[in-house]
C-alpha cells in the first residue's frame, strides 16, 4: 500500500495540491469563514485527481500488480495525506489561537467562527463528505469528476455556513469558546467530527472498491 | 503445458459480445491472436488483464483463477499495447523508478539492456516519443520485471519495417527462453515469421484456435499466405 502511496504522490500528484495546503494558514485570518481553507485543499486534491485522469492513472494502476480494490484504496490515502496534512497546519494554528492568541481582540471582536475544536472536527467532517461524494463518487466511474465535486462543493458550502451561524442562534453559544472554555462540549465535538471522518472515509472506500470491480477501463 | 487458460469468457456491451471465448497459452510458445478491427481482440485482453469486468467464464493463469489471485499473477505478466501512454509529462525515468517499486523481480541489468536495445532515452517523456516509441517504452517495462508471459496488444503497430524485424527476432530469443507471448495483430505476415499457435477471433467468437502449420493447411489453399486466408476468412463469414 506505501507503494500505491508513493505512486500517487510522485506520478499522480500535482505542486498545486502541496502548495494549497497552505491554505490551511487560512485559520489565522481574522474576520474570515476560516472553515473556506478546507474547501482550498480539497480543491487541489481536485486538480491531482484530474491531472491523474489525463495520464490513464487508473488503467496504468490496474495493470500493476496489485488487486484492483488496492488501486481504491491508495487513492483514498493519497486524499486522506492531503487532508490530514492539511488538518495538522490547522490544527497547530488552532492551537495558537486557543493559548497565545485567545485574547487577541482581533479575534475577540469576531462575528465568524472562532479557530477552537469545534472548528476541527468541522474541518473533519467537511474532509470526510469530500472522500465520500468526490472520491468515491469518481470511483462510479472511473471518470467522470465534475458532477461529484459540484455535489461537494454544494454539500461542503451549506456545512460551512451551518457552522458558521450555528454560534449565533441562542442556547449554542458554546460553540464558539474562546481558549479551553467549555472543554468538554468541546472536545465531545471534535470527537464526534473526528469520528464521522473515519466512518465517511471507510464506507466510501468500501463502496468504492465494489464499484471499481464492476467498471470497464 | 498451458501457462493461461480461457475458458467461456463472455463480456457484453449494448452493440458488442464475446461470446464464450476460449483458448489457451503454451508455454514458451508464441500465440498469434487475429482478428479485424471490432472482432473482439482487445476486449479479450482486457479481460484476460482484469481491466473489463467479465459476465462469465474463467481465465487462469499458472493453473490459478485470475479472480482472487491478481496480485501474484500480476507479477508474472507483462503487457503492452501499441496505443496507450501513462504519465505524457512526467519522464521514462520518473515512471520508471515508480513502476519498479511494485516488482520485486526487477531486473535492473535487463531493463538498462532493453533501454539502449531500443535507442530509448531515461530523459525523454511519452508526450515526445513518436508511435513506435511509445510501443518500445510499453515493451521496456514488461520485459524488465521478467515476465513469463507477455500480453501484447498490436505491438508492431506503428514501428517501422526493421524495428518491426528486430522486434520479431527479439519475441524468438525470448521463447528460447521459456517465455510464453499473446501477440495480437492484425498485421498478418508478422506472425508468419514468429507464431507457434493461431487465435483467430471473428464478430466475438473463436473461429479457430490451432497450431499456425495446421491452421494455415486447413483453412488455406495452396500457396495462400496467412493474410490472404484471413482475408478470404472475413469475406466469406460477411457473405
Request: charged share 20%; aromatic share 12%.
Amino acid at each position: 500500500m506505501s507503494a500505491l502511496l508513493k505512486k500517487e504522490l510522485r506520478l499522480g500528484a500535482l505542486l498545486l495540491t502541496y502548495l494549497f495546503i497552505g491554505f490551511g494558514l487560512m485559520a489565522m485570518i481574522p474576520g474570515y469563514p476560516i472553515l473556506c481553507g478546507v474547501f482550498f485543499i480539497t480543491l487541489g486534491i481536485f486538480q491531482s485527481f484530474l491531472n491523474a485522469r489525463e495520464a490513464n492513472d487508473l488503467v496504468y494502476s490496474a495493470l500493476l500488480p496489485v488487486a484492483k480494490a488496492d488501486v481504491v484504496k491508495g487513492k483514498f490515502l493519497f486524499a486522506a495525506f492531503i487532508e490530514l496534512a492539511g488538518f495538522a497546519v490547522m490544527a497547530v494554528l488552532t492551537l495558537v489561537r486557543m493559548t497565545l492568541l485567545k485574547d487577541a481582540p482581533v479575534y475577540r471582536q469576531n462575528a465568524l467562527m472562532n479557530a477552537n475544536l469545534f472548528f476541527l472536527g468541522t474541518v473533519l467532517l467537511i474532509f470526510g463528505l469530500f472522500n465520500l461524494i468526490f472520491v468515491g463518487g469518481y470511483f462510479t466511474t472511473g471518470y467522470k469528476l465534475g458532477k461529484p465535486f459540484v455535489i461537494y462543493i454544494i454539500a461542503a458550502f451549506l456545512i460551512v455556513g451551518a457552522a458558521e451561524a450555528l454560534h449565533h442562534v441562542p442556547g449554542c453559544e458554546a460553540v464558539n469558546a474562546f481558549g479551553f472554555d467549555h472543554l468538554s462540549l468541546q472536545l465531545l465535538l471534535f470527537a464526534c467530527g473526528a469520528a464521522l471522518y473515519a466512518l465517511l472515509t471507510f464506507c466510501a472506500c468500501r463502496k468504492a472498491c465494489r464499484d471499481f470491480e464492476k467498471i470497464d477501463l | 503445458m498451458n501457462i493461461a487458460e480461457l475458458q467461456d469468457v463472455c463480456k457484453e456491451y449494448p452493440s458488442f459480445r464475446l461470446n464464450k471465448v476460449s483458448f489457451a497459452l503454451e508455454e514458451g510458445k508464441i500465440t498469434g491472436f487475429i482478428g479485424r478491427n471490432g472482432a473482439g481482440k482487445t476486449t479479450t485482453i482486457k479481460s484476460m488483464l482484469n481491466l473489463i469486468h467479465t459476465s462469465g467464464g474463467e481465465i487462469r493463469y499458472f493453473g490459478m483463477p485470475l479472480a482472487g489471485h491478481e496480485k501474484e499473477i500480476k507479477q508474472r505478466i507483462g503487457y503492452s499495447t501499441g496505443t496507450v501512454s501513462w504519465y505524457p509529462r512526467k519522464t521514462i525515468r520518473e515512471i520508471v523508478a515508480v513502476t519498479k517499486t511494485f516488482y520485486p523481480n526487477w531486473d535492473e541489468e535487463a531493463y538498462r539492456r532493453y533501454l539502449a536495445f531500443f535507442g530509448l532515452d531515461e530523459s525523454k517523456k511519452p508526450i515526445e516519443l513518436s508511435e513506435g516509441m511509445k510501443v518500445k517504452f510499453n515493451l521496456l517495462l514488461a520485459l524488465s520485471h521478467r515476465a513469463e508471459v507477455l500480453i501484447l496488444d498490436e505491438p508492431t503497430s506503428g514501428l517501422d519495417p526493421f524495428s518491426r524485424d528486430e522486434l520479431l527476432d527479439l519475441f524468438g530469443e525470448l521463447k528460447a527462453h521459456g517465455v510464453t507471448i499473446l501477440f495480437s495483430t492484425h498485421i498478418t505476415s508478422d506472425l508468419e515469421k514468429c507464431a507457434d499457435n493461431i487465435v483467430y477471433i471473428s464478430k466475438g467468437e473463436i473461429r479457430a484456435f490451432r497450431p499456425r502449420e495446421d491452421f494455415m493447411r486447413e483453412n488455406g489453399r495452396p500457396g495462400e499466405t496467412l493474410e490472404e486466408i484471413f482475408l478470404r476468412l472475413e469475406k466469406e463469414a460477411r457473405a
